[in-house]
Nanobody, 121 residues
Framework: QVQLVESGGGSVQAGGSLRLSCRASGMIVSINTMSWYRQAPGKQREFVARLTRDGTALYADSVKGRFAISADNNLYTVYLQMNSLKPEDTAVYYC???????????????WGQGTQVTVSS
């Protein structure tokens, strides 16, 4: 069993900051990448940021320069620091892990339950 648990969402005014966290636990051998996605009402889920085991970070153009992804404990805990938030950042933010399962040694993809971020103008 693998779990991804997000925290840190909330409501903030435009220009404010929030920090999201995602913690992975369970029968995991290793985590290859940890990513953040978001889904706004009526829209498709979209990529926000990704961090690989070698420390490479990738960002969506819409958040470059405002968001920063980081991690500790070999990617088992990942953070998304969100600064200069805009109303269009309002969405449910999901954590995603690309990992190797302990029981099967097979790759697998897991999602967290999501955390709401609301930015008011």
């Amino acid at each position: 069993q693998v779990q991804l648990v997000e925290s840190g969402g909330g409501s903030v005014q435009a220009g404010g900051s929030l920090r999201l966290s995602c913690r992975a636990s369970g029968m995991i051998v290793s985590i290859n990448t940890m990513s953040w996605y978001r889904q706004a009402p009526g829209k498709q889920r979209e990529f926000v940021a990704r961090l690989t085991r070698d420390g490479t970070a990738l960002y969506a153009d819409s958040v470059k320069g405002r968001f920063a992804i980081s991690a500790d404990n070999n990617l088992y805990t990942v953070y998304l620091q969100m600064n200069s938030l805009k109303p269009e950042d309002t969405a449910v933010y999901y954590c995603n892990a690309d990992l190797i399962l302990a029981l099967t040694m097979a790759p697998a993809d897991y999602w967290g339950q999501g955390t709401q971020v609301t930015v008011s103008s």
